[in-house]
């Protein structure tokens, strides 16, 4: 995934559609919270 200095997505690869099932269409334009999943606390984001 690559992001602007905004945090929109620019482009992904074919792996990242492999791991996350968000399509190139559907992925870029959109913000990288569109991975959080909300089954973790704050910290392991964090931590990440």
Same mark, same amino acid.
């Given at each position: 995934? $690559?992001?602007?200095?905004? +945090?929109?997505?620019?482009? $992904?690869?074919?792996? /990242?559609s492999?791991?996350? +099932? *968000? +399509?190139? %269409? %559907?992925?870029? +334009?959109q913000?990288?919270?569109?991975?959080?999943?909300?089954?973790?606390?704050?910290? /392991? *984001? %964090?931590?990440?």
């Amino acid at each position: 995934m $690559v992001t602007d200095d905004q +945090g929109t997505i620019m482009q $992904v690869n074919p792996a /990242f559609s492999t791991i996350t +099932g *968000y +399509g190139q %269409e %559907e992925a870029i +334009g959109q913000n990288p919270r569109i991975l959080k999943s909300n089954k973790h606390q704050a910290a /392991f *984001y %964090e931590d990440m």
